[in-house]
């Protein structure tokens, strides 16, 4: 699944939605925070810019819901068919969930949301500009 050339990889491993290259991140580990947002104005294998028009990441904020709530679900079945928890366990379980995942969520939604624009071009992944 994890394979260069599929929507999963670029999504998961944060790099360049065209060529699958380089990570479109600044920094690729998402918790350190200070970093979070910062990303390449340009893949520099390919060519590609990441921010298609001026506001274009406010989107995956879209994307984010779904990402959280997918958090929120694993969470909440997690708590209660593994952990037996109370309704008061599951609800904490969610809320930490959501906070310790945070930067990952973030991450993943922008992955998600590029991905949707921009598809892999194996041309792309072997010219290098
Ligand atoms: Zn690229």
Redesign the pocket.
Known sequence: MLKKGTKAYSILTG????????SMYKDKNPYHLGNLFEMHER??????KYKIEPSFFFGAMYVSYSVGIAFAVAAAVISYFVFNASLMGIFISIVGTLIVFMPLIVRISRNIWINFFIHYDAN??KVKL
Not at 43 to 48: A, G, V
Request: proline fraction near 6%.
């Open positions: 790099t360049c939605p065209k060529c699958h290259e380089e893949c520099s294998h390919c060519n590609t792309a992944a």
